[in-house]
């Protein structure tokens, strides 16, 4: 049982965080979190550490929105948060994968990001949630390459690809392919980045996606000047 004023206050705090007063969340959260948490003289209200856990989860996703991602990492990374894993449904849980992924890809820790999203798609794969593993590629591959790890970009672009094929999923490989092509060129594979251009150009055509058109155009463009 959760007391009633956490949960208005937990509403409350959603709804500011959705319209965009991500202060005014944060303030609502670490007053839930204070509630429960500092010693009084008046027992605490309820509280199950699911609910409080996610409390701390949205908290988290406030400071991201602010781009505080050291700060939201902490939280990600905080033993209490970690102990509440257990308490969490599978969404909520992919969700803290998700979200913690792309904190530590926005600090660089590719090593960290790589191991959280292939949690989340373990997750999403045992959901048989599509959606959700397709956020987590193309989230993946676009951290790789605002890194410049064109090797790492190079190696998850191809399993993406076969990822997609698998599952059906054609312009997720188009943007992996594109992807692909892009760093062999950076890693100074010519003639693999010409051919997965070829690849993608033929592909993008085939399925009308002109977005697509234009960026592996470019790309075949640069392979044909001299070196």
Known sequence: MIATELIDLFNDA??????????????????????????????????????????????????????????????????????CLGNFELKVLFDYFFSF?????????????????????????DEGDSYSAQLCWLNLMHYAEVNADWSYLERESRSCIEFADNSELPRLALVAGLKRATALFKLAQHEKAKNQAERVLGFARQLGESEAVGPAEELLKQLSMPL
Do not use: C
């Open 14 to 83: 959603a709804s500011r965080a959705r319209e965009g007063f991500h202060d005014d969340a944060i303030n609502s959260w670490e007053h839930i979190i204070a509630a429960v948490q500092t010693p009084n003289a008046a027992p605490p209200p309820a509280v199950t550490k699911g609910f409080l856990g996610q409390v701390h989860l949205r908290k988290a996703w406030s400071l991201m929105d602010l781009g505080r991602y050291q700060d939201a990492h902490k939280i990600f990374d905080s033993d209490f948060l970690k102990s």
């Open 101 to 125: 992924a792309n904190t530590q890809g926005e600090l660089g820790d590719l090593a960290g990001m790589d191991d959280k999203f292939s949690r989340a798609l373990n997750i999403a794969a």
